[in-house]
């Protein structure tokens, strides 16, 4: 069989399975909701317990802790992921899609660009409920596109990893919390809701060198919201570059692993 | 045809299934019966393509499934023992989502879908969600997704495991039409009945291994058909059975254990009303007695000299 023919297949596969993915999320409107809104109350708590205690670079938590926000929903995003995953195996279904003359790899890129689709839902909403709390771009149009390709791409590549524990956890009950408890760490030790100086001192080299750090601040500088480098640290310094390189890694390591894991897959 | 020549393959200490020997002509049925964990499903999956072997080969329809799994694919289908049914489309998404994954194009994935519908009895449920299903439903829905791609070998791993008996019966029928027009069909079961019924040769697995293989007939004469079993309200009364049971039937019956239990062999229906009013007759006061067809525990007893294992799984 040729490239072209397989790639032809490939992407006509994917379709087939995007579309199985987002009759899946009509039809199970619950998970649009809570993803949804559960980032609204986020900001909501955080506003409301934070807002007036937090120094917040530039004086507005609003406009600091939106961009955080962004980047919190596209992480959690993954329990969706991974459970779905988990189920789809647990169910047979995996092995349904496996027993046919498929592109394999569709079944798992379909779900990755589904649950795109989902997190672009989730952080437009998200955006017009900024707003309305008093958060607002300062940065020219294409900055503002860029800051969301950049979310878009992180939540691509982390949507990978939810695949990866989704295969290996198999539970779909746990499989929602293993891969949350993989990103969890990660949003919670960081400057998304607070500049890192105001951490704890033995939590600040971590948060520094957090992934999560950087993505945060490279959204926040391309929205134009106010942020607080740590310059004397290489991420503080070119939190742009960081953030590239971890989306760039996550998906080099978890496309891979997903892929051969589900030619593995077993109940 | 299905190929399988030693094939093994073993979870840690478990081997699952233990140098699997089989071959199945063109347009025939074919049974693999045992107990739970037996090794059936991981049998399945290997010759389907969906789990490597550790060692052995596995060739389906001409095409060795290890080596080339993709081309495999195009000419079997499989209903796996755990219907594999999006809840979250209806019937008709479902097949015809197979169906363009099968690449047949959008319009013969739907021409296709309407078809297997019909043919499973599923038009009028066709546009519910399939969680909406009953068990019975969702089993035809996944069967009839084996069958989109219009398979030569056909896999079915205990496809009539929870049906009731007429969803049983019309899966039955399907299964003898598929054979009848040329398709070969492997099929796993617990089920004496459902193999004898069906299959052309049984094949009986028991920890990984064929622990005897034959047509249905000689595995029966192997076991001895069926048997009238008796139970008796008092031990006291047991010689008296086994004397009167014996001179109708014509063979010595045997007592079990507890002695309140005799079991003549026997597939003669007339036997059980002649043995109610012999042993009432005799004063032998009876708890129950029933005609019984031979299980796949009476095939496991037969051959093994024990109960069929209830495994790990
Ligand atoms: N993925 C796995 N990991 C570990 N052990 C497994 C796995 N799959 C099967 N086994 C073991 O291999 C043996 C055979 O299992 P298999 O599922 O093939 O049996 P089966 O005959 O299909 O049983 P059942 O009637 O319960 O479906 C069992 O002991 C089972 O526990
Ligand atoms: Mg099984």
Known sequence: MSVAHALRWGVSDTHTMVRRYVIGLTKTPEVLFFTTVQPVLFVLLFAGVFGGSIDAPGGNYAEYLMPGVFVQTAAFAIAVTGSAVALDVRRGVVDRFRSLPMAPTAVLAGRAVADLLLTTVSLAVLSGFGLLVGWQPHAGFPQVIAAYLVLLAFAFAVTWLGVYVGLVVRAPEVASQASLFTVIPLVFLSNLYVPIDTLPGWVRPLAAWNPVSALVSTVRDLFGNSDRHIAESFPGRYPELVALISIGLLLAVFVPLSVAKFHRADR | ?313
């Open chain 2, 1 to 313: 045809m299905i190929i399988a020549e030693k094939l093994v393959k073993t979870y840690g200490e478990v081997r699952a299934v233990d140098g699997l020997d089989l071959l199945v002509p063109q347009g025939t049925v074919f049974g693999l019966l045992g107990p739970n964990g037996a090794g059936k499903t991981t049998s399945v999956r290997m010759l389907a393509s969906l789990c490597a072997p550790d060692s052995g080969r596995a060739v389906v329809a001409g095409i060795d499934v290890v080596r080339k799994p993709r081309e495999v694919r195009k000419v079997m289908g499989l209903a796996g023992q755990y219907s594999a049914v999006d809840d979250n489309l209806t019937g008709r998404q479902n097949l015809d989502m197979i169906g363009r994954l099968h690449h047949l194009g959008a319009a013969a994935a739907r021409t296709r879908a309407e078809e297997l519908l019909r043919r499973f009895d599923l038009v009028d449920a066709a546009d519910r969600q399939a969680r909406g299903y009953s068990g019975g439903m969702r089993r035809r829905l996944d069967l009839a997704g084996a069958l989109v791609g219009r398979p030569r070998v056909l896999f079915l791993d205990e496809p009539t495991t929870g049906l009731d008996p007429r969803s049983r019966q019309q899966l039955w029928d399907v299964v003898q039409d598929l054979a009848d027009t040329g398709t070969t069909v492997l099929l796993t079961t617990q089920y004496l009945e459902e193999a004898d019924r069906l299959a052309a040769e049984i094949a009986v697995v028991d920890g990984g291994r064929i622990i005897a293989q034959g047509s249905p007939e000689r595995l029966k004469a192997d076991v001895g058909g069926g048997r009238l079993e008796v139970t008796l309200r008092e031990q006291a009364h047991l010689a008296v059975a086994i004397e009167v049971l014996g001179s109708l039937a014509g063979v010595r019956p045997r007592p079990h254990p507890e002695l309140t239990r005799v079991d003549v062999p026997t597939d003669d229906g007339e036997l059980l009303v002649a043995a109610v009013r012999a042993l009432d007759a005799a004063g032998v006061r009876v708890v129950d007695i029933a005609l019984r067809r031979p299980t796949l525990d009476d095939v496991f007893l037969a051959l093994t000299g024990r109960a069929a294992e209830r495994g790990a799984a």
